[in-house]
């Protein structure tokens, strides 16, 4: 009996901290890379979670423990224009699994709506301006930003 206290009480931390593990959190959005301001230049212009599931074009990833947020652009929801505003060139110029980056030139201020659905519970969440890597294949094109 003493034992199998003992076997109990020495499992008991790892029980514990398996169930405190960080999950993910993931929504659909329309993503808009038309430029600060969305004057159609280079540059993250707007995350729509109100959009019509039919007018979603990416999954926007919170990954807590990095403090990052992934955008997971779906590749056939984008015409050409969004993707040149994307990667600043022709996408016939990426093959396979291209690693490149994406260049942030202003800051971005998440929306108090993406956030709260992200489970991110701090007001001004902001992604710096910087390069962040991206990563394109044949469906999609993923960026990965880190927050303020």
């Known amino acids: 009996m003493k034992q199998l206290l003992l076997l109990f009480l020495s499992l008991m931390p790892m029980l514990v901290f398996a169930q405190s593990g960080t999950t993910n959190t993931s929504i659909t959005a329309k993503t808009s890379f038309n430029g600060r301001h969305c004057r159609g230049t280079h540059g993250l212009c707007s995350?729509?979670?109100t959009a019509r599931t039919i007018d979603t074009n990416s999954t926007i990833t919170y990954d807590e423990t990095h403090n990052t947020i992934i955008i997971e652009i779906n590749r056939s929801r984008i015409n050409l224009q969004e993707h040149f505003?994307?990667?600043?060139?022709?996408?016939?110029?990426?093959?396979?699994?291209?690693?490149?980056?994406?260049?942030?030139?202003?800051?971005?201020?998440?929306?108090?709506?993406?956030?709260?659905?992200?489970?991110i519970y701090r007001q001004d969440v902001k992604i710096n301006s910087g390069t962040y890597p991206l990563i394109m294949t044949e469906d999609t094109i993923t960026i990965t930003f880190n927050l303020e």
């Open 47 to 49: 995350l729509d979670d």
């Open 85 to 119: 505003h994307i990667l600043r060139e022709d996408p016939q110029n990426y093959t396979g699994n291209t690693q490149v980056y994406y260049l942030m030139e202003d800051d971005f201020l998440i929306p108090n709506s993406v956030s709260q659905q992200l489970q």
